[in-house]
Every structure is written in structure tokens, then in C-alpha cells.
């Protein structure tokens, strides 16, 4: 059972549809329903391709919606309109993005860039307390404040993406989507970074989600792990539950394709095959999306798309084998 018990963020049938021409829409979200709840780390991950990272930014309303909702502690996040409203929203919810070099202005000096929000919202109220503010914000994520006049090529991708975590907090936010924000670092930066995330997630009472292609970081600082495929939500559990007992094919699938440090596990563990390509979001499946790839499709995966159901506490899957109403199809699989 999830220890959080209030929701921050309440997703409701959220789509994103991308139009490509007349006669093609490509599907990039097709109806997302989860919640994240306050203090916690919600993880978001899939193969490149299936959605992810317009869900974070359809949430975060850098994409307007198609279709469906986000609720921000009640509220409708796509229904707020006049600036002031924007405004408020934009301070509560900040993003770390994925290419630390390309989300940085070359041309601003690190202190104008972490202190660019810190002047939108009238956050201090003199030359000096910008400066002091933003060489706090350096040292919280561990650099000096002497780089503040530096310009971000003069940096690794490490410190990059450090400085990019400073300006997501200069606005004191309650919720973070980070999207793939290791991807781009060496293997031997990226647990720092995580471990930097986690540590100033315990002190500032950050909420976050995360997305990622990495399951085995994704296991380290999630509490909940949701898997989507082509546009849609496959599974949602706790870290542990989803690791221990996963129950949709898709999650078996990712699950069996990440490495076991123990060699003699390695050696004897069965790895899960997936035939066939990833299909395109502008022509998907009828039916289940996964079915054309999935070892135990049968005919009902073709006609009814699965319904999203808890199928024990916290344990969500949309998988025909695990509805009552099919038990039966599957038998013999």
C-alpha cells in the first residue's frame, strides 16, 4: 500500500494527438489516467517512441491537450487562462530537461540563467539578494558560486545538468517533471545526479516525476513505476511490486532485458523475446496496442482494448488476462 496519501497531480484521460496531414493523426498520448501524490517520486517509463515525454510536457502545459484533463491540487491545469493564473501554475511546476546543453541559453551567464525565473515571479527585491539567492541555489547543487559568470560551454554535461536542476528550484516549485535527465551523462555521473535529485527532494519536500528508459535508475529513486507503450498506460505499481511481480507481457519484457550484476543469474535467467517492430502512434493496433508483439495474444486482444483495473491494491494493469470476463482465452497460453 502506497505510503503518500494526498494527490498533487491527477491525470484523467489525457491525449495528445499531433495532426500530421489531412488524412494522419499521430497518437503520441491516447488516454493516460494516473495520480501522483505529494512527496513522492512517480516514474514514467517505456521504449523511445511511446509518449513519455509529451505526457510530461502535455502535463507541465508546454503542449496544450487534445483531450482529458490535469488537475494541479484540484485544479484544471489546460482551464487556467489569464496570466496571473499561468504565472502561479508556472512557479509550482518547473522541468529538468533531458539535453542539459540545448535547454541552457549559451548567450546568459549561469547567474542570469538560474536567476531568469527568480526576476519573472519578483522573487527578490534587490540586485544583492539576486546574486545571494542564486549563489545559494550553486552550492544547494553542489558547484561553486565563482561559476555564476561562466557561460554553460564552459561546463561538462554533469555541471550542465546541475545547473539546470538550480534553475527548476529558484522558484521554490512543489512538483518537478524531469524528463530523462540522465540520458545524456556518463554512467558514472548519472547516480550523482540522482542522488543529488533524491537528497534535495528530502530537504524541499519536492514531488517528482520522473521519466526515463532506464528501469534499474527508474527501481532507485521511484516510489511508483508507470510502464507505457504506444501512447498508452500498460501497468502502475510500487518499485518493489512492479520489480518483484510484474504482471503486464510489455513490463515481463523490459524487466528481462535489464542486466543482473550476479553473473551466475545472468547466465540461467530467461530473457523474454519480442517479435516485431514498434508499430507507428499514426496507425496503432486495434484492440490491445501490445498485441501484435505480445507472446499471449488471442482474439479478444484484436477486438476490445483492455480496461485499465486495479487488480490487487496499488496494482494496476489493462491486460485481458487479468479481467475476469476473458480468464477463460488464456487457459492454454
Not at 483531450?67 to 508556472?90: I, R, Y
Not at 544583492?128 to 561553486?144: A, P
Not at 553473473?263 to 501484435?292: A, Y
Amino acid at each position: 500500500m502506497s505510503n503518500f496519501k494526498d494527490k498533487l497531480v491527477e491525470i484523467r484521460d489525457l491525449r495528445k494527438h499531433f495532426k500530421i496531414d489531412r488524412n494522419n493523426t499521430l497518437k503520441a498520448v491516447d488516454g493516460l489516467n494516473f495520480d501522483i501524490y505529494k512527496g513522492e517520486t512517480f516514474g514514467l517509463v517505456g521504449e523511445s517512441g511511446c509518449g513519455k515525454s509529451t505526457a510530461g510536457r502535455t502535463i507541465m502545459r508546454l503542449y496544450d491537450a487534445t483531450d482529458g484533463e490535469v488537475f494541479f491540487k484540484g485544479e484544471n491545469v489546460h482551464g487556467k487562462k489569464s496570466n496571473q493564473e499561468l504565472k502561479q501554475f508556472n512557479q509550482n511546476m518547473q522541468m529538468i530537461f533531458q539535453d542539459p546543453y540545448a535547454s541552457l541559453n549559451p548567450r546568459m551567464t549561469i547567474t542570469d540563467i538560474i536567476a531568469e525565473g527568480l526576476d519573472i515571479h519578483g522573487l527578490t527585491k534587490s540586485k544583492k539578494e539576486r546574486v545571494e539567492r542564486v549563489n545559494e541555489l550553486l552550492e544547494t547543487v553542489g558547484l561553486n558560486k565563482e561559476h555564476g559568470n561562466r557561460y554553460p560551454h564552459e561546463f561538462s554535461g554533469g555541471q550542465r545538468q546541475r545547473i539546470g536542476i538550480a534553475r527548476a528550484l529558484a522558484v521554490n516549485p512543489e512538483f518537478i517533471v524531469a524528463d530523462e535527465p540522465i540520458s545524456a551523462l556518463d554512467v558514472s555521473i548519472q547516480a550523482q545526479v540522482v542522488n543529488l535529485m533524491k537528497r534535495l527532494q528530502k530537504e524541499q519536500g519536492l514531488t517528482y516525476l520522473f521519466i526515463a528508459h532506464d528501469l534499474s535508475m527508474v527501481r532507485h529513486i521511484s516510489d511508483r513505476v508507470g510502464v507505457m507503450y504506444l501512447g498508452n498506460m500498460a501497468e502502475i505499481a510500487t518499485s518493489e511490486e512492479l520489480y518483484e511481480n510484474p504482471l503486464h507481457p510489455y513490463t515481463r519484457v523490459l524487466l528481462s532485458a535489464v542486466p543482473i550484476p550476479d553473473p551466475n543469474l545472468e547466465r540461467t535467467r530467461e530473457r523474454i523475446e519480442v517479435k516485431g517492430e514498434l508499430p507507428s502512434p499514426i496507425n496503432p493496433p486495434s484492440g490491445c496496442v501490445f498485441r501484435t508483439r505480445c507472446p499471449f495474444a488471442t482474439d479478444v486482444c484484436a477486438k476490445e482494448r483492455p480496461i485499465f483495473q486495479e487488480h490487487k491494491i496499488d496494482h494496476w494493469v489493462a491486460c485481458h488476462m487479468f479481467d475476469k470476463r476473458y480468464k477463460d482465452e488464456f487457459k492454454n497460453k
